[in-house]
């Protein structure tokens, strides 16, 4: 079982920079694909981007492409978030997801229901 635990979050000017990470326990962190979700006050938790285990491929969803960039450094346990270009529509809880099982190197999950493991989550808001 791996323990996500985010940080990164914060308050920002509308425009402005962030960037999240998510560190993963345990020595198996290349094993899983990761993802971010959002979830603002009110509303449903939201795909916002995926990478597969080895970083070779990754998805994000269209209210953030051309913003935001996932990563993930295998040999640190981390995964990250840069977000630019940031709009009070972005204001939200981030929270990043695992995925286990046998499934191929360069596949990633867009999906709530594909992830097993959740962190605690990390609060962006994005001032006008």
């Known amino acids: 079982q791996v323990q996500l635990v985010e940080s990164g979050g914060g308050l920002v000017q509308t425009g402005g920079s962030l960037r999240l990470s998510c560190t993963a326990s345990?020595?198996?962190?290349?094993?899983?694909?990761m993802g971010w979700f959002r979830q603002a006050p009110g509303k449903e938790r939201e795909f916002v981007a995926a990478?597969?285990?080895?970083?070779?491929?990754?998805s994000h969803a269209d209210s953030v492409k051309g913003r935001f960039t996932i990563s993930r450094y295998n040999a640190q346990n981390t995964l990250y978030l840069q977000m630019n270009s940031l709009k009070p529509e972005d204001t939200a809880v981030y929270y990043c997801?695992?995925?286990?099982?046998?499934?191929?190197?360069?596949?990633?999950?867009?999906?709530?229901?594909?992830?097993?493991?959740w962190g605690q989550g990390t609060q962006v808001t994005v001032s006008s």
């Open positions: 997801a695992a995925r286990s099982g046998r499934y191929a190197v360069s596949d990633y999950y867009t999906t709530r229901g594909d992830y097993d493991y």
């Open positions: 345990g020595p198996t962190f290349s094993s899983y694909a």
């Open positions: 990478i597969s285990r080895g970083g070779g491929s990754a």
